[in-house]
């Protein structure tokens, strides 16, 4: 597995936060993993780059679901039988 430089240091998150508001107990989890090895960071940004791709792919299947679509056509077979009982009336 190859692995990532992590893309922001623990400054640059603090930098961010005048910009964005940071939740202060996400704060105090951004400053705990820069104080982990390179390898315990790696696993932290895998963990939260895989909940950022479940959120969006529900996100996504929501979307999706909320998308109205024709109803199904009915059999030509059944069609068929359709007209010739309207002609037989």
Do not use: Y
């Amino acid at each position: 597995m190859r692995t990532r430089k992590p893309r922001a240091t623990a400054d640059a998150w603090g930098a961010c936060t005048v910009n964005r508001k940071t939740r202060p107990n996400l704060r105090l989890h951004f400053e705990a993993v820069s104080q982990l090895a390179s390898e315990d960071q790696q696993t932290e940004l895998n963990v939260i780059d895989g909940l950022m791709i479940k959120h969006q792919t529900q996100a996504w299947t929501e979307r999706r679901k909320a998308v109205p679509t024709a109803p199904p056509k009915k059999p030509v077979a059944t069609q068929r039988a359709a007209v010739k009982r309207r002609a037989a009336k």
